[in-house]
């Protein structure tokens, strides 16, 4: 793997979750297989070809289901069948258990998994050289970003870099998930908040806080709350900004702890700021949400002097052994846009 770009940092690896055999832990039979798949002198492969083969089964792993793993690469899911099959049959080995209702990888399965995403991940970077890929952007570019930041900030930021790079084409995926890049085939992520320990580079473009706001009507009817403890006084907006249901946190060590039972609690963090704007009461949300409506003075935060410490935002991408030229070519163009955003989030 090259040395991360001196804008970003590596985070630190984390052992993969569940029990593993390495590939020496596997039948002698099977090792061979495996390098004579790697290396293409399997003899007497007959149906699916090899390659195929493999993107199949590691879509089935994925998916936990043939017919799952099928849907995902456009096949039937007797073709998915028969390609596993075949692979097992090539091996020499069982890759997955099979009930009526569940398909698990087997331990020989797991470990020619981790293997096997090797491979295609390689022949990715191969494919993208041969292409041109690695010195210039091209390509498709998929990216993941929450729903509402997106909405606001990436999805400009697209449209203006595909004007610049003719080549590069992108798809866009606003959930408010965490997204696996690797099984999910997602090359760039935007994530807000602290990140966790894993194999993925990480740069940072800035922060955000989260604030508790209302309408300037609603606060001259209502008063202002002058400290956490007065929010149970006053009409809340329940949304999934706080991860703790029924409790909202303040102060940089996040020490004060307030119960609240909102009247009113909403899945959509867009939804609940447009009530609040409306008057009816107060919405805790994340800086950039509202810095619209507070500049344009249709809300304005309260205990600000207690906010908790602001939540870090990064772009993160798997670097792998070299990132693509339209990652590199994104990030670089993103990373300046971003920053001067959510300075003033």
């Known amino acids: 793997m090259r040395a991360v770009a001196p804008a970003a940092r590596q985070i630190s690896s984390r052992p993969r979750n569940g029990p593993q055999a390495a590939v020496g832990d596997l039948p002698s039979a099977g090792l061979r297989a495996i390098l004579d798949l790697s290396f293409g002198n399997l003899k007497h492969w007959s149906g699916m070809d090899r390659l195929q083969s493999l993107k199949v089964f590691v879509a089935v792993a994925d998916a936990e289901s043939f017919a799952g793993g099928a849907r995902a690469l456009g096949l039937s899911a007797p073709s998915a069948t028969r390609g596993v099959g075949e692979l097992e049959t090539a091996l020499g080995a069982r890759l997955f258990t099979r009930t009526t209702r569940q398909v698990r990888l087997t331990d020989v399965g797991r470990a020619y998994l981790d293997e096997v995403r090797d491979i295609l991940a390689r022949l990715a970077v191969a494919d993208d050289a041969a292409a041109g890929a690695a010195e210039r952007p091209v390509g498709k570019l998929r990216i993941t970003c929450p729903q509402e930041f997106g909405r606001l900030h990436v999805a400009p930021l697209i449209t203006e870099f595909l004007d610049l790079h003719e080549g590069v084409s992108a798809e866009l995926l606003m959930l408010d998930r965490m997204v696996n890049l690797v099984e999910e085939g997602v090359d760039i992520a935007l994530r807000i908040g602290p990140l966790p320990s894993s194999d993925l580079a990480a740069l940072k473009v800035g922060e955000v806080r989260r604030v508790v706001c209302g309408a300037p009507a609603y606060v001259a009817s209502h008063g202002l709350p ?47 700021i447009g009530i609040a704007r409306d008057g009816w009461g107060l919405a805790r949300a994340l800086s950039y949400q509202v810095a619209e409506d507070v500049e344009a003075g249709l809300l304005q935060t309260v205990l600000d002097e207690h906010e908790p410490a602001p939540l870090p935002v990064h772009l993160v991408h798997v670097e792998g052994r070299r990132a693509a030229a339209k990652v590199r070519a994104f990030l670089d163009f993103a990373a300046p846009r971003l920053r001067k955003v959510l300075g003033s989030s």
Not at 235 to 264: C, M, Q
């Open 226 to 272: 002058g400290t956490p403890s007065d929010l149970t006084e006053h009409r809340l907006i329940g949304t999934p900004t706080d991860t703790a249901v029924g409790v909202w946190r303040f102060g940089a060590d996040e020490t004060s702890v307030v119960k609240v039972a909102p009247r009113l609690s909403m899945t959509s963090v867009a939804a609940a």
